[in-house]
């Protein structure tokens, strides 16, 4: 099992730049990729940024890092435009995997979410 608490989420204005927070807990030996969604008013989750390998990695305006000492995943948003708005969602996933004679499904551990705000 594996807690996901996301925080850092506010009110910016357009061109500013947030850093979101997602501190996580639990048994990650077998989480293979860890990342962001967002979902704005209206409109279906979509990906942001995720990280495989690796302690950060940049995606457009953003940065994906990922502190292993602190379980700490964050996302530093640069540049922002009314379009970041929205509720930002922390998540791990877990593929399928076998260990011994015992089989597991894939698992997606997402946080409850943290809203970021863009105005003009």
């Known amino acids: 099992q594996v807690t996901l608490v996301e925080s850092g989420g506010d009110v910016v204005q357009t061109g500013g730049s947030l850093k979101l927070s997602c501190r996580y807990s639990g048994s990650l030996s077998n989480i293979k990729e860890m990342g962001w969604y967002r979902q704005a008013p209206g409109k279906q989750r979509e990906l942001v940024a995720k990280i495989t390998d690796g302690d950060a990695t940049v995606q457009g305006r953003f940065t994906i890092s990922r502190d292993k000492t602190e379980k700490e995943l964050n996302l530093q948003m640069m540049n922002l435009k009314s379009d970041d708005t929205g509720t930002y969602y922390c998540?791990?996933?877990?593929?399928?995997?076998?260990?011994?004679?015992?089989?597991?499904?894939?698992?997606?551990?997402w946080g409850k979410g943290t809203l970021v705000t863009v105005s003009s």
């Open positions: 998540y791990a996933r877990q593929p399928p995997y076998k260990d011994g004679p015992l089989s597991y499904d894939a698992v997606t551990y």
